[in-house]
């Protein structure tokens, strides 16, 4: 029977997709997208429809493109097993709130990070510039936008200060409620979206919007065959127009900086840029001599809050990592300890 994946196209399926998985997978497997996991299983969309898959050994997450073994029949719709991962072009990870160090995929193959930001308050300027570390770290490429326009004080002075902020980022302030906007958020979002910000920021309204009809309305689903078969599957990855898939993973409030070196510098670039002027090398930038980057703030080219901002990532950054090295060696002498126990045990049987 010949592939149709024409559904999968929906989910973001193309010719570069095809070419990667025809060139990595055994004959007989099938392309899938992850649209969420939970332990063990995750529900995919594949050419067959949506369908429930027993997850590899490798940890998957939603947005994961992956190649699939077994049958996908529509009676038995757990027949697909996940027997690999197609290389990721993007991951969002963030260290886990669980206080475990360790780092957490969040998604993976986002080409768009929707930063939101409620433009009707105070605007956390540090916490965009949080996320956007986040993003660029990530490989996807930012778009920060201001929601509820249509309620802020003053819309272009906030856009203003949030541009500041955004080196290379594309702002915008959009609202759901007018519809101010969102033809050129539209036009922008590109690929699969992900839309992070605090909760209350106008994410769940914002996807509403864009999917043109209720949110929670899509726990409806399609089957491949026509046939009208009704599994109840929560989704975070939905189809959006054009093959466009937009990514609404919970539990992103706490966002920590994982391994995320290269996204703070590519978000502080002003400040980037000066360190190599500093006389030491391994400045940090607050009393020693001939730093450049003080010398930049005290001529009012680098923003205080800039400094401070970007200094308080690093030194989570340094400290995540920290952490992970602590766990990689309990981890390695655990394993030494579990050798020479089997090696013991294994000469004492022989001793036997
Ligand atoms: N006036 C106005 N209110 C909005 C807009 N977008 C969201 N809201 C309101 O802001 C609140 C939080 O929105 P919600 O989408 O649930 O935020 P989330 O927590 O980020 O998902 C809700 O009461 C929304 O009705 C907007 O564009 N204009
Ligand atoms: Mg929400
Ligand atoms: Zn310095």
Same mark, same amino acid.
């Given at each position: #029977?010949?592939?149709?994946?024409?559904?999968?196209?929906?989910?973001? $399926?193309? &010719?570069?997709?095809?070419?990667?998985?025809?060139?990595?997978?055994?004959?007989?497997?099938?392309?899938?997208?992850?649209?969420?996991?939970?332990?063990?299983?995750?529900?995919?969309?594949?050419?067959?429809?949506?369908?429930?898959?027993?997850?590899?050994?490798?940890?998957?997450?939603?947005?994961? $493109?992956? &190649?699939?073994?077994?049958?996908?029949?529509?009676?038995?719709?757990?027949?697909? &097993?996940?027997?690999?991962?197609?290389?990721?072009?993007?991951?969002?990870?963030?260290?886990?709130?669980?206080?475990?160090?360790?780092?957490?995929?969040?998604?993976?193959?986002?080409?768009? *990070?929707?930063?939101?930001?409620?433009?009707?308050?105070?605007?956390?300027?540090?916490?965009?510039?949080?996320?956007?570390?986040?993003? $660029?770290?990530?490989?996807?490429?930012?778009?920060?936008?201001?929601?509820?326009?249509?309620?802020?004080?003053?819309?272009?002075?906030?856009?203003?200060?949030?541009?500041?902020?955004?080196?290379?980022?594309?702002?915008?302030?959009?609202?759901?409620?007018?519809?101010?906007? #969102?033809?050129?958020?539209?036009?922008?979002?590109?690929?699969?979206?992900?839309?992070?910000?605090?909760?209350?920021?106008?994410?769940?309204?914002?996807?509403?919007?864009?999917?043109?009809?209720?949110?929670?309305?899509?726990?409806?689903?399609?089957?491949?065959?026509?046939?009208?078969?009704?599994?109840?599957?929560?989704?975070?990855?939905?189809?959006?127009?054009?093959?466009? &898939?937009?990514?609404?993973?919970?539990?992103?409030?706490? *966002?920590? #900086?994982?391994?995320?070196?290269?996204?703070?510098?590519?978000?502080?670039?002003?400040?980037?840029?000066?360190?190599?002027?500093?006389?030491?090398?391994?400045?940090?930038?607050?009393?020693?001599?001939?730093?450049? *980057?003080?010398?930049? *703030?005290?001529?009012?080219?680098?923003?205080?809050?800039?400094?401070?901002?970007?200094?308080?990532?690093?030194?989570?950054?340094?400290?995540?990592?920290?952490?992970?090295?602590? =766990?990689?060696?309990?981890?390695?002498? =655990?394993? #030494?300890?579990?050798?020479?126990? =089997?090696?013991?045990?294994?000469? =004492?049987?022989?001793?036997?």
């Amino acid at each position: #029977m010949p592939e149709n994946n024409s559904f999968l196209t929906e989910y973001g $399926w193309n &010719t570069l997709l095809s070419d990667k998985f025809d060139a990595l997978t055994p004959p007989g497997d099938k392309p899938g997208r992850v649209l969420r996991v939970d332990r063990g299983q995750c529900d995919i969309a594949a050419a067959t429809g949506i369908s429930r898959a027993v997850s590899g050994n490798e940890p998957l997450c939603t947005g994961d $493109w992956v &190649t699939l073994a077994g049958s996908g029949q529509i009676d038995w719709p757990e027949t697909y &097993t996940v027997t690999s991962i197609l290389p990721r072009s993007s991951s969002i990870i963030r260290s886990s709130a669980s206080g475990k160090s360790e780092g957490q995929i969040l998604a993976a193959n986002v080409d768009t *990070v929707v930063v939101a930001t409620a433009a009707d308050g105070d605007v956390d300027l540090g916490r965009i510039e949080r996320l956007l570390a986040l993003t $660029w770290e990530s490989g996807a490429t930012p778009v920060v936008v201001l929601t509820k326009a249509d309620v802020a004080q003053n819309i272009y002075d906030a856009r203003t200060t949030v541009s500041a902020v955004a080196p290379g980022a594309t702002v915008l302030a959009v609202s759901a409620e007018t519809h101010e906007g #969102m033809d050129v958020l539209d036009a922008v979002l590109d690929g699969t979206v992900a839309i992070l910000g605090p909760s209350g920021a106008g994410k769940s309204t914002l996807a509403n919007a864009l999917l043109g009809h209720s949110f929670l309305d899509t726990g409806a689903v399609r089957t491949g065959d026509g046939k009208g078969r009704h599994t109840t599957v929560t989704r975070e990855l939905i189809p959006l127009s054009g093959g466009r &898939t937009l990514i609404d993973t919970p539990g992103l409030r706490g *966002v920590g #900086m994982w391994n995320a070196g290269e996204g703070i510098d590519k978000t502080f670039p002003e400040i980037e840029e000066l360190i190599a002027n500093c006389r030491f090398s391994d400045c940090s930038h607050t009393s020693e001599p001939e730093c450049a *980057v003080r010398r930049a *703030v005290e001529l009012g080219e680098v923003h205080e809050r800039r400094l401070a901002s970007y200094r308080k990532l690093q030194r989570e950054n340094a400290w995540n990592a920290t952490r992970s090295d602590a =766990r990689l060696q309990a981890e390695r002498v =655990r394993e #030494m300890k579990a050798i020479s126990r =089997r090696l013991k045990d294994h000469y =004492r049987g022989r001793r036997q």
